[in-house]
């Protein structure tokens, strides 16, 4: 095993939000992949007050998400050893191997972002086993403090709640009050509590709900809020930030959604873009008991799930397999990200371990097109041929090994 893999979360091209823990996840499935022990993460300063130019948060908001949830964020991968908060100028890269760097091809000159769901559809295509998010003890033990004072009952699912109006134009991540109220209704009636979590700036105001509890510490404490989801019979959300948690969690989840295309981030060419996702699919890299619905809230939906858990848990917690369909939706990421990948000049075995993938699938759809003659005219776009040339002639020659 080789010690460290060192990440560039590069605040020049990357937000300060929970975009940070899909670059998480997907830095975890290449240390994983490249057999590392583990994780370091560099944090280079942007231009703009030392984040990146952008008008999503002004200076003092990305300043207080960084604190308070992208660096105790950190502790929720036990592979990650540590990190630093460092100007572009203090950084030598000379010395370090590029097998040893992610993203790739990251450069001080050229960064590179790696908060999108490319890696995490690469990984998929190539049955990769998922990794998941884990709580710190502390916060474990946090949790089942509050549990043993707080509840009435131990049964509780939990439901995270998007309030803030950016990117909600029609409404889509909001949650159905008028649902739910009727679903805490029947669940009390049960003796299952329904937890709810709440947005950081409106955790303080009138309660959403009748008989619901919720759960402030949850919504100020990202490594409570974790433990809190690890301990649930099944957790509920719509598409907000903190779905990323949940949906890469140990215990199951539901995330309702559908596409709205007057919203970029909710729009289906979004979810086909950076996930090859199309209507019904799944995200990649999630686990069976992870399930997207694609549609609105619905009671008897929830409840189905709420009050029989082992209805998801027995399509297990191994990888979720992508249908045909959403096999064909994800080459053309797959195919980008391959060509971001040899951009540096360098490939590695996990790039001809794609290539052949991808190979495998265009041979086997309805296509007229060969995975070469992709690769070519999209390298030709970015004057890489040289190196998609040689992705072409060493996958040739794996093939041969293999035969």
């Known amino acids: 095993m080789r010690k460290s893999l060192i990440c560039f979360y590069d605040m020049a091209v990357s937000p300060c939000s929970y975009d940070f823990f899909s670059f998480l996840i997907s830095a975890e499935l290449c240390r994983v992949r490249r057999r590392f022990d583990q994780i370091k993460i560099v944090f280079v300063q942007g231009p703009k007050n030392k984040f990146r130019e952008d008008k999503l948060r002004s200076y003092s908001q990305n300043k207080i998400f960084f604190e308070n949830v992208i660096i105790p964020g950190i502790s929720l991968m036990p592979s990650c050893c540590s990190f630093e908060w460092i100007d572009r100028s203090d950084i030598n890269l000379s010395q370090v191997n590029p097998i040893n760097i992610f993203p790739r091809p990251y450069s001080l000159k050229n960064p590179v972002s790696e908060y999108s769901g490319s890696e995490m559809v690469c990984s998929q295509l190539c049955r990769e086993m998922p990794v998941l998010f884990e709580s710190p003890k502390y916060s474990r033990d946090l949790v089942q403090s509050y549990i043993k004072k707080k509840l009435t009952y131990p049964s509780f699912i939990t439901v995270t709640i998007r309030e803030v109006n950016r990117d909600n134009n029609n409404g889509t991540r ?168 040899i951009s540096g000049g360098y490939i590695l075995h996990e790039d001809v371990t794609l290539y052949r993938i991808l190979e495998r699938l265009l041979d086997g759809s309805e296509t007229n097109f060969s995975i070469s003659e992709i690769i070519l005219e999209n390298a030709k776009k970015f004057n890489i041929s040289k190196e998609a040339n040689k992705l072409i002639s060493l996958s040739l020659e794996d093939k041969k090994l293999a035969v």
């Not at 719509?238 to 990323?244: D, Q």
């Not at 549609?295 to 082992?310: F, H, K, M, Q, R």
């Open 174 to 341: 909001s949650t159905n009050i008028k649902v739910w109220q009727k679903v805490i209704d029947i669940l009390n009636k049960k003796k299952i509590h329904t937890l709810v979590i709440r947005d950081t700036k409106s955790f303080h105001q009138k309660p959403l709900f009748a008989g619901a509890i919720e759960v402030h510490e949850a919504s100020i404490h990202l490594p409570f809020r974790a433990a809190l989801y690890e301990c649930s019979l099944i957790n509920f959300t719509k598409n907000n930030g903190p779905s990323i948690l949940k949906m890469h969690s140990t215990r199951p989840a539901i995330y309702f959604n559908y596409f709205d295309n007057d919203v970029v981030g909710v729009s289906e060419q979004f979810f086909k873009k950076n996930y090859g996702m199309i209507f019904n699919s799944q995200f990649p890299m999630t686990r069976q008991d992870k399930l997207v619905i694609w549609g609105d809230e619905d009671v008897n939906t929830i409840l189905s799930y709420a009050c029989d858990p082992e209805k998801i848990l027995k399509v297990g917690n191994q990888a979720r397999f992508l249908n045909s369909d959403q096999s064909l939706a994800s080459i053309n990421v797959a195919i980008m990200q391959i060509i971001k990948r």
